[in-house]
Every structure is written in C-alpha cells, then in structure tokens.
C-alpha cells in the first residue's frame, strides 16, 4: 500500500524554525516528484514547495521563498521542507503529495498521493 507520512509539526513562535518530513511507504520517491502543500480552514489548498524526482528542479511560493527550502533523501525515501523565519501567517495543516514523473508543480490538481497533514502553529 502507497503511503506519506508526514511528522515534524507543532508549535513554533514566530522567526522561529521547523523540518517537516515525509516519508513515504510502500514505494520508492526515487520515481516521484514531491509537493508540500498547506491549507487552513476555509480556504483553497495552497502550493508552497516542490521537488523535481531527481532534486535538480525545486519551486517555491511567493510568499515562503527565501525563507523554506526543500530537500530530498532518496536513500532514506524521504523529503524534508525546512521552514526558516516562521510568520503566524504560515500557521496551515501541511501536506505533502507525490506525483509520477520529473516534472515539479505547484498545482495540488497535479498530485496523485497524499500524506494526513501535520499540524504547523506559529504563534506567541
């Protein structure tokens, strides 16, 4: 059974920092491009990160560039979103999705897999 798991959330006061990681089961990501996507209550899920299958191509957000990063650890079939200079604004349920192919999107539409969402809080 295909399966991502995310973990790595929780409460952070604002500048703070947080690694969320998604690990997948069931299958390899070596073949998998991987988005971390966000979503509060009542409003659309929203793109923040991708990862091309080989991690030659990533993409960000408008409003988490130069602030997260995104990495991938095929050998631990893993991918991590390092999230630097938190802001209440980015406080979201976190997602992150699989897709077959190379190709990195920030489109939710795009993903095939999908973890349960992990629980990111910024606030003092």
């Known amino acids: 059974q295909l399966q991502l798991v995310e973990s790595g959330g929780g409460l952070v006061q604002p500048g703070g920092s947080l690694r969320l990681s998604c690990a997948a089961s069931g299958f390899t990501l070596d073949y998998y491009a991987i988005g971390w996507f966000r979503q509060v209550p009542g409003k659309e899920r929203e793109g923040v990160s991708c990862?091309?299958?080989?991690?030659?191509?990533?993409s960000f957000a408008d409003s988490v560039k130069g602030r997260f990063t995104i990495f991938r650890d095929n050998f631990k079939n893993t991918v991590y979103l390092q999230m630097n200079s938190l802001k209440p604004e980015d406080t979201a349920v976190y997602y992150c999705a699989a897709t077959g192919g190379s190709s990195c999107s920030l489109g939710w539409y795009e993903y095939d897999y999908w973890g349960q969402g992990t629980q990111v809080t910024v606030s003092s």
């Open positions: 990862i091309s299958s080989s991690g030659g191509i990533t």
